[in-house]
């Protein structure tokens, strides 16, 4: 069984610009969580998507957005890049059957994107 | 924030046992505690959780004071691939409001000596 999936591993952009980063999750998962962790720092929560809908937000600007697609696929954009952006994006996935809440997350091996 | 206090570092024997401690003293009764771990520059792995009695599987057990208000990952037999920032995380169960996601703290790094 294939694991949650991310892309591009590896992404460099230079201040200004947008980055997109995509994950597939586990199959059968409908939720997927986005984490920040930058150099020497801990996992930072950034967005939750369940069913297509946000279902929750850490304390990011909103220009970092998102959304999930119907195959519960997503996206992670960050717009007007800034240097302290520069962060491996990790993304994990969970089932959300309610009889076995919480799931525990599965994630991907992370994008590492770069801000010159 | 993290609800969890976990020393910055520990060392262990390869093939010794590794425990590793966790205060979350502010606990409520619907959050279950949870385990992970982050290889140098990989993703997070689950390892482990349980909500009030102790929990065996392959890789650790989790056992968690009778009053929930600490933890204690064990790692039977450590080897140098154990070496890792582990996680030890506090989440509620339900579906609402913001119980899906995880709060990570700073962990601790563990480092396994030959």
């Known amino acids: 069984e294939a694991g949650v999936t991310q892309s591009p591993t590896h992404l460099i952009k230079t201040r200004g610009q947008q980055a997109t980063l995509r994950c597939s999750p586990i199959?059968?998962?409908?939720?997927v969580y986005w984490y920040q962790q930058a150099l020497g720092l801990g996992l930072q929560f950034l967005l939750w998507?369940?069913?297509?809908?946000?279902?929750n937000r850490g304390n990011f600007p909103p220009r970092f957005s998102g959304r999930q697609f119907p195959n519960y696929s997503s996206e992670l954009n960050v717009n007007a890049l800034e240097l302290e952006d520069s962060a491996l994006y990790l993304c994990?996935?969970?089932?959300?059957?309610?009889?076995?809440?919480?799931?525990?997350?599965?994630f991907g091996e992370g994008s590492r994107l770069t801000v010159l | 924030d993290a609800k969890t206090t976990q020393p910055t570092s520990m060392d262990c024997a390869e093939g010794r046992a590794a425990n590793l401690p966790c205060n979350h003293s502010t606990i409520s009764g619907n959050e279950y505690v949870y385990w992970y771990r982050q290889i140098h520059s990989q993703g997070p792995q689950y390892i482990i959780h349980g909500l009030k009695n102790n929990e065996t599987n392959e890789m650790a057990s989790l056992i968690i004071t009778e009053d929930r208000k600490s933890s204690t990952l064990i790692l039977p037999h450590a080897t140098l691939r154990d070496t890792a920032v582990y996680y030890c995380i506090v989440r509620p169960l339900g579906s609402s409001g913001n119980t899906g996601k995880l709060i990570f703290g700073q962990g601790t790094t563990l480092q396994v000596k030959p």
């Open positions: 994990a996935s969970s089932q959300t059957d309610r009889s076995s809440w919480p799931g525990e997350l599965f």
């Open positions: 199959s059968g998962h409908t939720s």
């Open positions: 998507y369940d069913e297509g809908e946000e279902r």
